[in-house]
């Protein structure tokens, strides 16, 4: 593909992650409007699974053909890219609230898959028992917040009526940021290369951003609806998915042999410094202002200035 075309297929693949972002949103806001479920666990779930998928596929894609550097820095650039820049971005165009649940539960929870992973990494490869147990907490978690949801929903009159179609927006959206996240990568992947960028910065770098369009959009369009706590609960539960999700099935299917450097454990350290520093920031006043946004931001774009010049 020449850079004409890979320019091409990026703009191509933004527009559709934008269209599909949209009807996402609105297809699982209706969900939770007309089951009584709170906005944040459909963007745990639902919106955050779904906008995760294109990880999914090119880190299963990435550890078949044998490039494990990229599958891994895929997954660690994409949970960076998600606080610093997904999160700011979204605070930065409307403070986000933040529920006591994301403080008591699932903050903690992404902490704990937070030091697995690395704990999990640190001797260089990620086997099928470690991938293992990721999947089983992932799946565990998903469990116990479908139940813990639906016992505290004590709403059974909720009518099927405009249901289909919600559900209809939910996959119509799904497939479209997926066909989006595909045009983007590849599109951004080829211009990356003409480049002269290595296998683990192209990975942290351009492919876990452009993978982390479709949560960037889906956050932005729930902002924007005034759907706050979804965005946040889609940030959370696109970096839980990440990790135990993803990196689990891909260990699961073929294990990942990483080589750590001194900068890949300040990639890492990044990462684990993202994720420990918005615990006080969620907890200060219980939202997450603007120049908390701007803060992350920021801090996001020294880290890239870092990683490409060094």
Same mark, same amino acid.
């Given at each position: 593909?020449?850079?004409?075309?890979?320019?091409?297929?990026?703009?191509?693949?933004?527009?559709?992650?934008?269209?599909?972002?949209?009807?996402?949103?609105?297809?699982?806001?209706?969900?939770?409007?007309?089951?009584?479920?709170?906005?944040?666990?459909?963007?745990?779930?639902?919106?955050?699974?779904?906008?995760?998928?294109?990880?999914?596929?090119?880190?299963?894609?990435?550890?078949?053909?044998?490039?494990?550097?990229?599958?891994?820095?895929?997954?660690?650039?994409?949970?960076?890219?998600?606080?610093?820049?997904?999160?700011?971005?979204?605070?930065?165009?409307?403070?986000?609230?933040?529920?006591?649940? /994301? /403080?008591?539960?699932?903050?903690?929870?992404?902490?704990?898959?937070?030091?697995?992973?690395?704990?999990?990494?640190?001797?260089?490869?990620?086997?099928?028992?470690?991938?293992?147990?990721?999947?089983?907490?992932?799946?565990?978690?998903?469990?116990?917040?479908?139940?813990?949801?639906?016992?505290?929903?004590?709403?059974?009159?909720?009518?099927? !009526?405009?249901?289909?179609?919600?559900?209809?927006?939910?996959?119509?959206?799904?497939?479209?940021?997926?066909?989006?996240?595909?045009?983007?990568?590849?599109?951004?992947?080829?211009?990356? !290369?003409?480049?002269?960028?290595?296998?683990?910065?192209?990975?942290?770098?351009?492919?876990?951003?452009?993978?982390?369009?479709?949560?960037?959009?889906?956050?932005?369009?729930?902002?924007?609806?005034?759907?706050?706590?979804?965005?946040?609960?889609?940030?959370?539960?696109?970096?839980?998915?990440?990790?135990?999700?993803?990196?689990?099935?891909?260990?699961?299917?073929?294990?990942?042999?990483?080589?750590?450097?001194?900068?890949?454990?300040?990639?890492?350290?990044?990462?684990?410094?993202?994720?420990?520093?918005?615990?006080?920031?969620?907890?200060?006043?219980?939202?997450?202002?603007?120049?908390?946004?701007?803060?992350?931001?920021?801090?996001?774009?020294?880290?890239?200035?870092?990683?490409?010049?060094?």
């Amino acid at each position: 593909m020449n850079p004409w075309l890979a320019s091409l297929s990026l703009g191509g693949g933004l527009v559709c992650l934008v269209l599909g972002a949209n009807w996402l949103v609105a297809g699982g806001a209706s969900i939770a409007f007309r089951l009584g479920i709170s906005a944040t666990v459909v963007g745990l779930t639902v919106i955050s699974y779904g906008t995760s998928l294109p990880e999914f596929t090119v880190s299963i894609t990435s550890a078949i053909n044998g490039s494990s550097e990229l599958a891994f820095g895929n997954v660690l650039g994409s949970n960076i890219a998600n606080i610093g820049l997904i999160l700011g971005f979204t605070a930065l165009m409307n403070p986000i609230g933040v529920e006591k649940s /994301l /403080l008591r539960r699932d903050h903690p929870f992404l902490l704990l898959a937070t030091a697995l992973m690395i704990v999990f990494a640190a001797n260089g490869t990620i086997g099928r028992i470690e991938g293992g147990v990721l999947l089983a907490l992932g799946l565990s978690y998903t469990i116990f917040l479908i139940f813990h949801h639906r016992e505290e929903s004590d709403d059974e009159s909720a009518k099927a !009526t405009g249901m289909a179609k919600s559900w209809g927006l939910i996959g119509l959206g799904i497939g479209v940021l997926l066909l989006g996240g595909h045009l983007a990568v590849k599109g951004a992947t080829v211009l990356a !290369t003409t480049w002269g960028m290595s296998e683990r910065v192209v990975g942290i770098t351009v492919v876990s951003v452009g993978t982390s369009l479709p949560e960037l959009a889906a956050s932005l369009a729930a902002s924007v609806r005034g759907k706050s706590d979804m965005a946040l609960g889609n940030i959370i539960g696109s970096n839980l998915f990440n990790i135990l999700f993803v990196l689990g099935a891909v260990s699961l299917i073929h294990p990942l042999h990483i080589s750590f450097n001194t900068a890949s454990y300040i990639d890492v350290g990044v990462m684990g410094a993202f994720v420990l520093f918005l615990w006080p920031v969620m907890k200060s006043q219980h939202r997450i202002v603007r120049l908390e946004g701007a803060f992350f931001i920021l801090s996001y774009a020294g880290y890239l200035t870092w990683l490409v010049l060094r």
